[in-house]
């Protein structure tokens, strides 16, 4: 983890959330594998973290419950969950425009996008979350429908329609 994964955007996170703290008080929440060159970068930066590993990834639902809001900075994604699960969990995703969030996340109705490799522009948008709790939560519950939308029980239909003729039940 020492060695950044640059289309992942650990540069760009580290940056938005150094402008974030210019005005904020912030506290990361790290999960996962090979944070090693995050966690270094922030160090240097004094901006507090905490790096929790865990043993089950379906124990990722208690700590997206302990944030006030969710980055992907990636320049590059085939998804990712992170997309979903933080809408799925009611909290605020500000995420660069790319894997699926550029199809399920409609900047300023269910959460907040901008360019590839726009660290300021991520910062904006999470101070205006962090000033703007309420007018956040209409954000929130629009979000949350596009999760439930897209769950893995409202996809089988669509897949089965899809595999119709191809593949029988």
Known sequence: GEYPKLIKGPDIFV???ELIAKDFPV?????????GYIKKELYKRNIRFKH??????????????ALDLYIISSREEGGPRAVLESMACGIPLITTDC??????VDHGKTGWKVDLEDSEGLAHWA????NNIEDSKKVITNARQVAVKNSYMNQIPLWEKFMKGFVDK
Do not use: N, S
């Not at 929790?52 to 419950?65: A, G, K, Q, S, T």
């Open 15 to 17: 940056k938005t959330v």
């Open 127 to 130: 101070k205006f979350v962090a």
């Open 52 to 65: 929790i590993f865990l043993d089950r990834y379906e124990d990722i639902v208690d700590y997206y419950h």
């Open 27 to 35: 506290k990361v929440i790290l999960t996962g594998p090979a944070r």
């Open 99 to 104: 894997g699926m969030a550029i199809d399920l």
